[in-house]
T-cell receptor
Framework: SQKIEQNSEALNIQEGKTATLTCNYT??????LQWYRQDPGRGPVFLLL?????KEKRKERLKVTFDTTLKQSLFHITASQPADSATYLC????????????FGTGTRLKVLA | DSGVTQTPKHLITATGQRVTLRCSPR?????VYWYQQSLDQGLQFLIQ???????AKGNILERFSAQQFPDLHSELNLSSLELGDSALYFC?????????????FGPGTRLTVL
């Protein structure tokens, strides 16, 4: 079955450091992958989309990489701030059915002041 | 504010009952997606409609059904409710179908089944 794995353990980092979150997927070769931010009790908010032919995508302090050989995407937040504290989800579009739109369970990031 | 509205915000009901959740997509968006999020399962795709027609079906129980109306708003009907149906239900919308478009999520409906 198609699956996304994100580190379920919370990631605590100091303000100003770079946070790196990992998204691994199996049994599929997605054409693109998305990253979302979710705050407690709220809907996810889209951050970035990266296509399979793009190795890297940047938006302000955010950077996403996509390694189709390793079946992995890395999400970086540079110069992290306490306001970046949230859960970050990766998502991809699968083939069909239950695996049509697959979201990872997310990694909770806490940036310490 | 994503532009997607969901009502009601909270819903408390009893086992065996039936409820209807409503979603209005962003202006101009043709696709509506429904997701269920519970603490132990993450965000699970239920069903997608595109311009009034069912486009993709995910992990949706037979007790659940949905539709998208001509004005593009959508309703998710949950019947014969069980304790395990307690969760946050999100609606999302996008202009077309597929994840090459970002999905805009609503604020969710928190369903509690007692």
């Amino acid at each position: 079955s198609q699956k996304i794995e994100q580190n379920s353990e919370a990631l605590n980092i100091q303000e100003g450091k770079t946070a790196t979150l990992t998204c691994n997927y199996t049994n599929y070769s997605p054409a693109y992958l998305q990253w979302y931010r979710q705050d407690p009790g709220r809907g996810p908010v889209f951050l970035l989309l990266i296509r399979e032919n793009e190795k890297e995508k940047r938006k302000e302090r955010l950077k996403v990489t996509f390694d189709t050989t390793l079946k992995q995407s890395l999400f970086h937040i540079t110069a992290s701030q306490p306001a970046d504290s949230a859960t970050y989800l990766c998502a991809l579009e699968g083939a069909s059915g239950t695996y049509k739109y697959i979201f990872g369970t997310g990694t909770r990031l806490k940036v310490l002041a | 504010d994503s532009g997607v509205t969901q009502t009601p915000k909270h819903l408390i009901t009893a086992t065996g009952q039936r409820v209807t959740l409503r979603c209005s997509p962003r202006s101009g968006d043709l696709s509506v997606y429904w997701y269920q999020q519970s603490l132990d399962q993450g965000l699970q795709f239920l069903i997608q409609y595109y311009n009034g027609e069912e486009r993709a079906k995910g992990n949706i129980l037979e007790r659940f059904s949905a539709q998208q109306f001509p004005d593009l708003h959508s309703e998710l009907n949950l019947s014969s409710l069980e304790l395990g149906d307690s969760a946050l239900y999100f609606c999302a919308s996008s202009y077309t179908s597929g994840l090459y478009n970002e999905q805009f999520f609503g604020p969710g409906t928190r369903l509690t089944v007692l």
